[in-house]
């Protein structure tokens, strides 16, 4: 039979029960919607992690420091300082290690003119905006010189740009951190949030040393909180973690058997069982969203089933008139085609308006790609086909003369 | 020589053992020929009606249509037969309700795999040979009973069969219609050489044919002249 003469009877079966079809289509409509709504939202939530895990930087360890035990209550990490900057000096001498940057860290309120904010206030070394993956955008970073000189010069993050200065662009401005006075010299690009939901934008960078004996102050001199540890690859991530440990043992004389006074934390992994678990979520969203396609599928199946008893009489008169059996057959697989078709457009319409509510209103990162809507289209015509399938053989399979006697 | 355009030779149909509806039916239909098949209700006729139009098949004997053994033939061949050989005419008319009247006509036409554009030259050409050509864009319901069955004439001859099975056309009709139905049927076998069987349950009727085959509980009890 001619394509056109199927559309015609298909769409003539549709018309004649306007109120049934539509019932069957909204099956699909929502299976469909269902599916682009949260695949939408999975991947808005993959991206949102993916992007987190960007922006801490790839490959990434963290040293820190052992913990202390005072009168039988140990402390945690970094309660003791065990970490020296000849000992991140060493860790960038293995050989998997591209960058390392210690660190030493503190909150203090920062004061310009009127404005006061307090922040986090970080010493660290040049190497950190290598091994965070970060960039200066307006003015420029501090250098090694900078290092050896412990000069008050100051690195600021977006957000307390926005806090301390508004409008104003702060570079070459002086600012009071502690009541000392820190020269601003370069703006850090925007970072957003972290895999934990912290604001990283809310922070100052200052040179390491600086931080050491004029700001903060310590009775240990060279002493860091903990050392940002960058690998070259991710394939040798775990030869540096175990060449980290035993530099480290060996350089803090930590016999066999002896508990270690510094924890080494691969980042990376926890990063990528973050995105692994909302993986899990997009997939398992996605695939709760296809049960509804399979219900809508059903549907359709048993409306078709329905159909095809009511028209007996008409497949009869069609098969004396000299149909064949795939002209039948034809007619009605077109017939659930066409429904689940035309639910699938409703749904993909009426899915991405509802993923762009729920962000509007949710503020949830939602993002729909054209893959998923063809997946969801896919899916809901081979559901149409599948359901549409055995009422279609079942109506051409039918003997003419008993199609014919049927009332 | 040719062969007979219908032979049927010892042709038995049972749908129960021992139950037969037809037994033993033989005989020849020629090309050309207007046949009448007479019998009570029960009596077997419609069965035979059936095998002739290929719509059901027989549980014995042989059915030959044109020489081409029937019992040979899978549904889409039957299929195939029943479009191009054959045109139905029907008591109940059994037209299409919710297709146009055009629509119901060209249908055939349709399944033999034309055009739009020639299904509906056609479609027009045997409804105005019916004298319907006003009403073509109308909905079967929309007509009285004897203009559906001269629609479902006009569907019966567009695909120019050599054979129209007629059952009991004018059993939904009052006398006159069916009067003016059955001389449609005798335009159609004198002037265009179209063999008929008809088949009916009144005498008056079946008078209009030229050979009359009564069958009485399934076998035929006389084939003669009227």
């Given at each position: 039979m001619i394509i056109g003469a199927l559309l015609g009877e298909g769409w003539a079966a549709m018309r004649a029960n306007r109120l049934r079809t539509s019932l069957t289509m909204l099956g699909m409509v929502f299976g469909v919607g269902a599916v682009i709504m949260m695949l939408a939202i999975g991947q808005g939530a993959q991206l949102m992690v993916n992007e987190s895990i960007a922006s801490m930087g790839s490959n990434l360890f963290i040293v820190l420091s052992g913990s202390t035990t005072a009168g039988g209550l140990r402390q945690g990490s970094g309660t003791v300082p065990t970490l020296t900057l000849d000992d991140a000096q060493a860790i960038s001498e293995l050989p998997e290690i591209a960058s390392v940057a210690p660190t030493f860290s503190n909150t203090a309120q920062l004061i310009y003119a009127a404005s006061n904010w307090s922040t986090l206030v970080s010493g660290t070394t040049p190497a950190f905006l290598d091994v965070r993956e970060w960039t200066v955008i307006s003015g420029e970073a501090f250098g090694d010189s900078d290092v050896r000189s412990a000069t008050r010069v100051l690195l600021m993050g977006q957000t307390v740009v926005r806090n301390l200065f508004g409008d104003e662009n702060p570079v070459g401005k002086m600012v009071r951190v502690k009541n000392s006075p820190f020269l601003v010299i370069g703006i850090l690009a925007p970072k957003g949030q972290s895999l934990?939901?912290?604001?990283?934008?809310?922070?100052?960078?200052?040179?390491?040393?600086?931080?050491?004996?004029?700001?903060?102050?310590?009775?240990?001199?060279?002493?860091?909180?903990?050392?940002?540890?960058?690998?070259?690859?991710?394939?040798?991530?775990?030869?540096?973690?175990?060449?980290i440990n035993e530099l480290l043992r060996t350089r803090h004389r930590i016999h066999e058997g002896q508990e270690d006074d510094f924890t080494v934390r691969n980042l990376t992994a926890v990063a990528q069982a973050a995105a692994g678990t909302t993986k899990a979520m997009a997939t398992m969203l996605g695939a709760i969203a296809s049960v509804s396609l399979l219900i809508g599928g059903i549907g359709i199946m048993n409306i078709m089933l329905v159909s095809v008893t009511e028209r007996t009489r008409e497949i009869g008169i069609r098969m004396a008139i000299g149909a064949r059996q795939r002209d039948i057959l034809l007619q009605f697989l077109f017939e659930a085609v066409m429904i689940s078709l035309a639910g699938s457009l409703i749904?993909?319409?009426?899915?991405?308006?509802?993923?762009y509510f729920f962000s509007?209103?949710?503020?949830?990162?939602?993002?729909?790609?054209?893959?998923?809507?063809?997946?969801?289209?896919?899916?809901?015509?081979?559901?149409?086909?599948?359901?549409?399938?055995?009422?279609?053989?079942?109506?051409a399979n039918l003997k003419p003369i008993e199609a014919l006697r049927f009332q | 020589m040719k062969s007979p355009l219908i032979s049927v030779s010892g042709l038995s149909k049972y749908y129960l053992e021992n139950m037969p509806v037809l037994k033993d039916v033989t005989f020849n239909i020629e090309r050309g020929e207007f046949v009448a098949i007479m019998g009570h209700s029960g009596s077997g006729k419609s069965t035979l009606m059936n095998i002739l139009g290929c719509l059901d098949t027989a549980t014995g004997g042989h059915y030959y249509l044109e020489g081409k053994d029937t019992a040979a033939l899978n549904a889409d061949e039957l299929a195939l037969l029943r479009n191009r050989l054959i045109g139905f005419v029907f008591q109940g008319f059994n037209l299409?309700?919710?297709?146009?009247?055009?629509?119901?006509?060209?249908?055939p036409l349709l399944y033999a795999g034309k055009s739009k554009a020639e299904r509906r030259e056609k479609a027009l050409f045997m409804l105005d040979r019916v004298g319907l050509a006003e009403f073509g864009e109308r909905r079967p319901n929309q007509l009285s009973g004897g203009q559906q069955?001269?629609?479902a004439i006009a569907r019966a001859l567009v695909t120019t069969p050599k054979l129209i099975l007629a059952d009991e056309p004018t059993g939904n009709l009052d006398t006159q219609t069916g009067e003016d139905i059955m001389k449609i049927f005798q335009v159609l076998n004198e002037k265009h050489n179209i063999t008929i069987i008809l088949v009916t349950h009144e005498a008056d009727i079946a008078a209009h044919a030229r050979r009359l085959i009564r069958v009485v509980d399934g076998q035929i009890a006389s084939d003669q002249a009227p």
């Amino acid at each position: 039979m001619i394509i056109g003469a199927l559309l015609g009877e298909g769409w003539a079966a549709m018309r004649a029960n306007r109120l049934r079809t539509s019932l069957t289509m909204l099956g699909m409509v929502f299976g469909v919607g269902a599916v682009i709504m949260m695949l939408a939202i999975g991947q808005g939530a993959q991206l949102m992690v993916n992007e987190s895990i960007a922006s801490m930087g790839s490959n990434l360890f963290i040293v820190l420091s052992g913990s202390t035990t005072a009168g039988g209550l140990r402390q945690g990490s970094g309660t003791v300082p065990t970490l020296t900057l000849d000992d991140a000096q060493a860790i960038s001498e293995l050989p998997e290690i591209a960058s390392v940057a210690p660190t030493f860290s503190n909150t203090a309120q920062l004061i310009y003119a009127a404005s006061n904010w307090s922040t986090l206030v970080s010493g660290t070394t040049p190497a950190f905006l290598d091994v965070r993956e970060w960039t200066v955008i307006s003015g420029e970073a501090f250098g090694d010189s900078d290092v050896r000189s412990a000069t008050r010069v100051l690195l600021m993050g977006q957000t307390v740009v926005r806090n301390l200065f508004g409008d104003e662009n702060p570079v070459g401005k002086m600012v009071r951190v502690k009541n000392s006075p820190f020269l601003v010299i370069g703006i850090l690009a925007p970072k957003g949030q972290s895999l934990d939901g912290r604001d990283q934008d809310d922070t100052v960078f200052i040179p390491i040393t600086t931080a050491q004996r004029q700001l903060f102050g310590t009775q240990f001199p060279g002493m860091v909180r903990f050392i940002m540890v960058k690998a070259k690859s991710a394939e040798v991530m775990d030869r540096a973690e175990q060449g980290i440990n035993e530099l480290l043992r060996t350089r803090h004389r930590i016999h066999e058997g002896q508990e270690d006074d510094f924890t080494v934390r691969n980042l990376t992994a926890v990063a990528q069982a973050a995105a692994g678990t909302t993986k899990a979520m997009a997939t398992m969203l996605g695939a709760i969203a296809s049960v509804s396609l399979l219900i809508g599928g059903i549907g359709i199946m048993n409306i078709m089933l329905v159909s095809v008893t009511e028209r007996t009489r008409e497949i009869g008169i069609r098969m004396a008139i000299g149909a064949r059996q795939r002209d039948i057959l034809l007619q009605f697989l077109f017939e659930a085609v066409m429904i689940s078709l035309a639910g699938s457009l409703i749904g993909v319409v009426l899915g991405i308006a509802s993923a762009y509510f729920f962000s509007r209103f949710n503020g949830a990162l939602v993002v729909v790609t054209l893959s998923s809507v063809l997946l969801a289209f896919g899916v809901a015509v081979a559901v149409g086909v599948f359901f549409g399938f055995y009422p279609a053989r079942k109506a051409a399979n039918l003997k003419p003369i008993e199609a014919l006697r049927f009332q | 020589m040719k062969s007979p355009l219908i032979s049927v030779s010892g042709l038995s149909k049972y749908y129960l053992e021992n139950m037969p509806v037809l037994k033993d039916v033989t005989f020849n239909i020629e090309r050309g020929e207007f046949v009448a098949i007479m019998g009570h209700s029960g009596s077997g006729k419609s069965t035979l009606m059936n095998i002739l139009g290929c719509l059901d098949t027989a549980t014995g004997g042989h059915y030959y249509l044109e020489g081409k053994d029937t019992a040979a033939l899978n549904a889409d061949e039957l299929a195939l037969l029943r479009n191009r050989l054959i045109g139905f005419v029907f008591q109940g008319f059994n037209l299409l309700p919710r297709s146009s009247i055009l629509d119901n006509i060209g249908l055939p036409l349709l399944y033999a795999g034309k055009s739009k554009a020639e299904r509906r030259e056609k479609a027009l050409f045997m409804l105005d040979r019916v004298g319907l050509a006003e009403f073509g864009e109308r909905r079967p319901n929309q007509l009285s009973g004897g203009q559906q069955q001269r629609v479902a004439i006009a569907r019966a001859l567009v695909t120019t069969p050599k054979l129209i099975l007629a059952d009991e056309p004018t059993g939904n009709l009052d006398t006159q219609t069916g009067e003016d139905i059955m001389k449609i049927f005798q335009v159609l076998n004198e002037k265009h050489n179209i063999t008929i069987i008809l088949v009916t349950h009144e005498a008056d009727i079946a008078a209009h044919a030229r050979r009359l085959i009564r069958v009485v509980d399934g076998q035929i009890a006389s084939d003669q002249a009227p």
